[in-house]
């Protein structure tokens, strides 16, 4: 690397995240977990919410913000469609099978589209993550949108985090995007905990494997930038059809084979943060 670039990686460094600024927790949580890809599309939010309750399974208190101000699912992935109370100061999480939950899309109408400047986005992020009324949760889990623009810039200014999780296909194209998200987490000192390789492969009732979007192109790039391989979940038609039923598959199925992935996952995790 030339030292003039090296100077500007530097510059960007302080810049997206200053020395000794003291960022904010997210009141009424211990751990706050970003699940992160700069790719859409890669199955992130279904990841999002079936680590949930794989934690609430191992006896951990849970929520799920869902900080895509653009496209929100967990009100669907969830099966919850009514406004949060407030009490003029603070908006109280929704609760469903144990665990608390908050989204943008339990405000507005699912149909609404959400064109929005950057300032209205950052203003959203400010009120789900200062003014939320948390109960005394372990984990919070963020499931962030895809890219590297305002969101994830004021997250990584302003709110403590405790560690990021890269989802993504092992296929190359998304891989590239991965890539600028993993620099863009190292660029503003928040902690990559792992990339997990997620729709790694589809698996036959005879037991065969058919890898659709390639193969160890996740495992190869955690490699590449020195971050931990947290595991592979694979193509499951019973994962997809839980979240359009807003039943969580970890949470219905805990002894499926995907859950047991997720457990095995969510072991690193723990064992990473706590």
């Not at 499951?236 to 457990?263: M, Q, V």
Request: hydrophobic share 40%; aromatic share 8%.
């Amino acid at each position: 690397m030339s030292e003039n670039k090296a100077k500007l990686n530097d510059s960007l460094k302080e810049k997206v995240a200053p020395k000794n600024f003291k960022k904010n927790p997210i009141k009424g949580t211990k751990f706050t977990l970003m699940i992160s890809s700069a790719k859409g599309g890669v199955g992130k939010s279904t990841f999002a919410i079936n680590l949930a309750f794989t934690l609430q399974k191992k006896g951990k208190k849970v929520g799920l913000l869902d900080a895509d101000i653009h496209g929100p699912s967990l009100p669907k992935m969830i099966g919850l469609n009514e406004k949060p109370k407030t009490d003029g100061k603070s908006l109280f999480p929704l609760e469903k099978y144990g665990a608390q939950f908050m989204s943008l899309g339990f405000l507005v109408d699912e149909k609404t589209p959400m064109i929005w400047r950057g300032p209205m986005v950052i203003s959203a992020i400010k009120t789900l993550t200062e003014k939320v009324s948390w109960k005394d949760l372990d984990f919070l889990i963020i499931d962030m949108p895809p890219g590297t623009g305002d969101t994830q810039l004021t997250f990584a200014q302003d709110i403590k985090v405790d560690g990021a999780i890269i989802v993504s296909t092992p296929q190359e194209l998304a891989l590239m995007d991965v890539q600028r998200g993993i620099q863009m987490f190292d660029k503003t000192k928040i902690k990559i905990l792992g990339l997990v390789d997620n729709m790694s492969f589809f698996k036959t009732e005879d037991g065969k494997k058919y890898n659709i979007f390639g193969e160890g192109g996740v495992e190869k790039t955690a490699k590449e930038f020195n971050k931990k391989f947290l595991g592979k979940i694979p193509i499951s038609t019973k994962l997809r059809e839980s979240g359009d039923l807003g039943l969580p598959l970890t949470y219905k199925e805990p002894d499926h084979e995907i859950s047991k992935a997720f457990n095995e996952i969510a072991d690193k995790i723990i064992l990473d943060v706590v």
